[in-house]
């Protein structure tokens, strides 16, 4: 019975010896390929970044395109807006031809105001108008706006209110 187990234990030794030399190979092997594995995944994902980075840039380049299409509609409406009220004050005043030095001085007086107060070059053009309809004459009213507009500004009150104010006080004073 003891040479059983001496056998036995000689087998089940290489046995053992073969089950461990077939896992270290079979480790080996799969060390070999996981690493294969991974050097394509990493050549795959800088590609897929490259494709991911034209992508964003073509997006960033899609996006101020849109922006910039946006600001030239915006530009254009003001434009519009500017011309409609700046023709309007003119008519107010009697004014109909846009090519007459009055017309072009109540545009530069409304465009001024754009430019040097918290109001824009449409709420100046309309100021002029609400002066017209006031009984204002051009060149007085081209004279006011600037101060008119600061007035509005300091009292916190509409234009119009300013005006309003403005005009029964100078009455009150004659």
């Not at 918290?118 to 609400?130: D, I, K, M, S």
């Amino acid at each position: 019975m003891p040479e059983f187990i001496v056998v036995t234990a000689f087998k089940s030794k290489d046995q053992m010896s073969a089950d461990l030399k077939a896992m270290g190979l079979n480790a080996k092997n799969f060390g070999q390929i996981a690493g294969l594995a991974f050097s394509k995944a990493k050549v795959s994902a800088l590609g897929f970044r490259s494709v991911l980075s034209g992508i964003l840039a073509a997006g960033v380049v899609q996006r101020g395109l849109g922006l910039l299409r946006q600001g030239l509609g915006t530009l254009a409406e003001e434009a519009l807006h500017f011309d409609s009220a700046i023709t309007g004050a003119a008519a107010a005043f009697g004014i109909y031809d846009r090519q007459s030095e009055a017309f072009a001085g109540l545009a530069q007086t409304a465009r001024e105001v754009g430019k040097t107060t918290e109001y824009t070059a449409v709420q100046g053009a309309e100021g002029l108008r609400f002066l017209a309809k006031a009984g204002w004459d051009v060149a007085t009213s081209m004279k006011a706006l600037p101060t008119l507009v600061n007035l509005a500004t300091a009292s916190e009150e509409t234009f119009e209110a300013a005006a309003v104010k403005a005009v029964d006080a100078a009455i009150d004073s004659c």
